[in-house]
């Protein structure tokens, strides 16, 4: 009995964790229990089973690794981006985007379903938080949809589906905790999500077009009462116009002279104030140049956006990483809260509060699965799932699929934090030895778990509707008529169409990687006068390292040897070996690569 426990330990272990998360056990000391309980075990049975590499000293590892935790930079990107989100939830940005865009799209059909998709697209730019996006669409939508006759189950699947977009646009939290787990550049992760992010957000438009032109009735223009503003689309589309016009001009003629991303960063800048701050004018001194609808909607909009340009647009340009880009983002997040007088002292606490909790809460399931890891990995629980997963028909496909339906069973009864911090460590080795790329292996997994929180019944997007949608029949003032409370069934219905266009997303990254890894062939922006520096810097005016017959890794071979010169090294062909005595050892003094016995080959 001991020999069948201790060959099969690895199995034991990783069924009753998950049996003890699934029957609602806290996560973190459920992890950090089975892995003291299963280390005791291990050490017992270590001598029965070589697969077994587990001794008492090993657990003193335990202290190091809490350690490693604490140095990780990446992380401090969490508390940043809930801080940011945090502050613009309670300073009413979501309402005011809604009331906007809802406004600007009233005069078509489906207009509120239309800027419900925008607005969570927004939002999960900003604040990256599924809970806070679904609850505010919730409180402030779904009654205004409601009241002008939109259909139950389309009002409620395309609030709760907007709000998990905040699991996959960046700053999602979602991306930066795969990031972080797969040991990939959060930036770089940021960029592979960017396309699917997009192409999910017109799926989502494309389906409400359709439902405009099968149901009408299911998705009503709003009446000219609704609209308070106007429609004011000339003086809008003049406005655009000239923040078009600001940005290419800045970019090709006032700040030619300076680098890429400054020379970007700089006309966007010029681009959004000058608009911004002629609106501003143009309300306070009642000059009447901008439509009420053009200048609510410069107002409004174009902070939000300054913001997501803030933090994305510096991560994705390289002039900042996502964790200084998270701390850009707060500090925005705080002036535009001063700036519209909506920051107070109470606000301000709840949110480092709410900030605090995260970020713990985050900080103990990871100390938790750290310590699972070590036993886990001790009793070759790695080895088990390799060869588990390597197992699988179908190969590379086999193995995206098998882990996209175990990912989004458990994304039903597990958070997100959970399954990164146990599942994604384990599978990761195994996408590797297959050659998938683990970006475009970490989207996949975010587009995973975006779906299972819209899944019946257990999806949590819908658990957030559920709590701020009416369960009773209510008195509308604006209409004097009793509207019909939104059942279960209907939020549950009303997901399924969307719960489709997030398979179909999954099957289009299988097939197009190229969505994702296209952020390995965006090409590397250089100044000339920093190219011809790095040379001035080599010395001896070209690429070669004068009488070594060194060239640098990457640089290209700009003509034959000269005589009495080794022979530069050939990149993509095998070494050719050098004249006798003029062989360099390879470094270390290890052989060259392949046995060659000439210049390193540096593909």
């Known amino acids: ?20 998360l699934l029957l609602g056990y806290p996560v973190a000391f459920t992890l ?9 075990a291990g050490v017992e049975l270590s001598h029965i089973s070589p697969e077994i590499r587990l001794f008492w000293p090993l657990a003193q590892a335990n202290m190091n690794r809490v350690f490693d935790i604490m140095r990780n930079d990446t992380l401090l990107a969490i508390p940043f981006f809930t801080f940011m989100g945090l502050i613009l939830e309670r300073s009413r940005m979501a309402e005011d985007l809604l009331d906007t865009i809802g406004q600007l799209f009233g005069t078509l059909r489906g207009g509120l379903a239309f800027a419900v998709v925008l607005v969570g697209a927004l939002l999960a730019a900003t604040t990256g938080v599924v ?9 402030i939508s779904l009654p205004i949809m409601m009241r002008y006759n939109y259909h139950p189950g389309l009002a409620a699947g395309t609030i709760a589906a907007s709000g998990t977009l905040a699991q996959i646009i960046p700053p999602s939290l979602v991306l930066i905790v795969m990031a972080d787990q797969l040991g990939r550049s959060v930036g770089d992760m940021y960029v592979g999500a960017f396309f699917p992010a997009m192409i999910i957000v017109v799926m989502y438009c494309a389906y409400i077009f359709a439902i405009t032109l099968i149901k009408p009735q299911w998705v009503p223009a709003l009446p000219p009462e609704a609209r308070p503003l106007g429609n004011g689309g000339r003086s809008l589309f003049v406005i655009l116009a000239i923040a078009g016009a600001l940005f290419l001009s800045g970019y090709y003629f006032v700040f030619e002279g300076l680098r890429y991303e ?10 959004t104030i000058i608009p911004y701050g002629f609106a501003l004018i143009n309300r306070a001194m009642t000059l009447g140049y901008l439509s009420k609808m053009a200048e609510q909607v410069v107002i409004v909009l174009i902070p939000p956006l300054a913001l997501i340009f803030l933090v994305l647009g510096t991560i994705f340009l390289g002039i900042a990483t996502p964790t200084e880009g998270g701390a850009m983002g707060a500090t925005g997040a705080l002036i535009m809260s001063l700036m519209k007088r ?22 103990f399931i990871l100390i938790g699965a750290r310590v699972f890891a070590l036993t886990f990995y001790g009793i070759s629980g790695d080895r088990w799932v390799e060869e588990l997963m390597l197992a699988l028909p179908g190969g590379k496909i086999g193995f995206l699929i098998t882990v996209s339906v175990i990912i989004f069973i458990l994304g039903c009864f597990l958070d997100f934090f959970e399954i990164a911090f146990i599942m994604v460590p384990l599978l990761a080795p195994v996408a590797e030895k297959l050659g998938i790329d683990l970006i475009w292996f970490g989207v996949l997994l975010g587009f995973n778990l975006q779906a299972s929180f819209l899944t019946p ?13 009416p369960i009773k029949a209510w008195h509308d003032k604006t209409t004097d008529r009793m509207i019909e409370p939104i059942t279960t069934k209907a939020i549950y219905t009303g997901t399924l169409p969307f719960i489709i266009i997030q398979i179909v997303m999954l099957g289009i990254l299988i097939a197009f990687p190229g969505l994702v890894t296209h952020y390995k062939t965006d090409p590397v922006m250089m100044d000339q006068n920093d190219i011809n520096q790095e040379i001035n810097n080599i010395g001896g005016g070209g690429f070669g390292l004068p009488g070594s017959g060194l060239s640098l890794p990457g640089a290209p071979n700009l003509g034959e040897p000269r005589d009495g010169m080794p022979a530069m090294p050939s990149f993509g062909e095998p070494a050719e070996p050098a004249a006798p005595g003029g062989a360099l050892p390879a470094p270390g003094g290890l052989p060259a690569p392949g046995g060659a016995t000439g210049l390193p080959n540096f593909n």
Do not use: C
Request: glycine share 4%; net charge positive.
């Open 342 to 363: 909506r920051l107070d002292r109470r606000t301000l606490l709840q949110a480092l509060e709410s900030t605090a909790k995260l970020a713990t809460f985050v900080m």
């Open 131 to 139: 809970a806070a996006s679904v609850i505010a669409m919730g409180l």
């Open 457 to 469: 019944p257990f999806g949590f997007a819908l658990f957030y509707l559920r709590s701020v949608a």
């Open 32 to 40: 950090a229990a089975g892995g003291m309980y299963f280390f005791v």
């Open 262 to 271: 400054t020379r970007v960063v700089w006309s966007a800048l010029a681009a």
């Open 1 to 20: 009995m001991l020999d069948l426990i201790a060959h099969n330990l690895a199995p034991i272990m990783f069924i009753t964790v998950m049996a003890m």
